[in-house]
């Protein structure tokens, strides 16, 4: 296992870390986990040199923390730092913070949680996470010691990331980065600027939710021609592994096999550790991935609002992502919430004021049409 010393905190932790989030139910089907698999995962994991542990309140509805709080029994503890989250939606004042983050700690069965994240917040939640107190919170938490460390996780647009990351003496932050969301989110920027600051990066999505473990025809044959063979999963974390910026990259393993995988991948998960003809495979697969595009919306939101309520640009980020990455669409929450709240293609009266706005003049009335029809 390769260890990376975490920025301005300087302490040392490794670079895999075991996110757990995604452990597989019960096989009764009496429970959304299987605790004693889950468990066993856990400690397979710490065996093998893991010491970076990812979990949160809300995870697996609400469970998580507890299975993790019963692997950390017998010593396990001791080897490892946890981070867990707080939602906004969960509290509205000093006390609910209070409430809850004891709460976490019993469910942890732990005295002190190392790092304490502020969960997926854009500028609009961190405004609302000040306005009850949460720095100040924050602040006296550490001072009892219930928790370590400062920190926020973040999925939005790279200008609200920089303003949250320089509104604050954040101790750590953790981005969605991948291959294909150098652009997006907070973004290859995002990476660059929390290092310049010494504030360490933790990964996720490194696989987009899995959507990168399994790679289309015209992305695995360029894998399949490269001189070294790799696996699609290997691939997407040597590349992430490759950034001396990035501290931590977090995995969720169903199986012990997945476990011994990732354990493999990132015992070679050194900076730089890419070769010059690496790095051009993965631009060739990214333009392999991006050339699967079936519109080439940016999401602007300038054809909305539609006046039907019509959700437009989500419609169209879906029919994208199921195009290029062989996604359920059913599984994708978005696209549920545009179904079940009335926001689908089929309220779509052809006004014409979407292509009107669009700035790229891109056919969004016929286009809207095959996407629905495609996506259910």
């Known amino acids: 296992m390769q260890y990376r010393t975490m920025g301005k905190l300087g302490i040392r932790s490794s670079v895999f870390g075991l996110g757990c989030m995604r452990f597989n139910g019960a096989p009764s089907g009496d429970s959304i986990i299987d605790e004693e698999k889950a468990v066993s995962l ?16 809300i995870y697996l509805d609400k469970t998580s923390e507890t299975v993790l709080g019963k692997a950390l029994q017998d010593g396990y503890r001791d080897k490892v730092t946890i981070a867990t989250k707080v939602p906004s939606e ?13 709460e ?3 469910k942890l069965q732990t005295d002190h949680i190392d790092f304490y ?3 997926g917040i854009q500028k609009e939640k961190w405004e609302y996470f000040k306005s009850i107190g949460a720095r100040e919170f924050f602040e006296d938490m550490i001072r009892a010691g219930k928790i370590r460390y400062k920190c926020f996780s973040f999925h939005g647009p790279y200008e ?12 750590m932050v953790q981005i969605q980065y991948n291959f294909m969301d150098v652009e997006k989110q907070a973004g290859t920027r995002g990476l660059q600027l929390a290092h310049s600051k010494g ?25 399949d021609a490269f001189p070294v063979q790799r696996s699609p999963v290997e691939w997407a974390f040597r590349w992430l592994c490759d950034h001396p910026e990035v501290s931590v990259v977090l995995s969720g393993c169903n199986e012990p096999e997945q476990i011994a995988d990732n354990l493999r991948i990132f015992d070679g998960a050194l900076p730089n550790v890419m070769t010059p003809e690496e790095q051009a495979l993965i631009e060739r697969v990214r333009a392999a991935y991006v050339s699967r595009t079936r519109i080439g919306c940016t999401g602007c939101r300038y054809c909305m609002p539609c006046p039907n309520g019509v959700g437009i640009p989500d419609i169209f980020a879906v029919w994208n992502s199921v195009s290029l990455y062989g996604i359920d669409p059913n599984t994708d929450w978005g696209f549920r919430m545009t179904k079940e709240n009335g926001h689908g293609a089929d309220r779509c009266v052809a006004c014409g004021a979407c292509e009107n706005a669009c700035p790229q003049h891109l056919p969004i009335i ?6 629905w029809a495609e996506l259910t």
């Open 42 to 57: 856990i400690r397979q994991a710490i065996d093998g040199g893991v010491t970076y542990l990812d979990t949160a309140y």
């Open 90 to 102: 969960a509290v509205h004042n000093r006390a609910e913070m209070e409430a809850l983050l004891d």
């Open 104 to 106: 976490e700690l019993r």
């Open 117 to 119: 994240l502020m969960h």
């Open 160 to 171: 609200e990331f920089e303003y949250i990351l320089n509104d604050w003496d954040w101790d």
């Open 199 to 223: 504030i360490p990066v933790v990964i996720m999505e490194g696989l987009l939710g899995g959507a990168l473990a399994k790679a289309p025809d015209n992305v695995q044959a360029l894998y």
């Open 366 to 371: 016929e286009q809207l049409k095959c996407a």
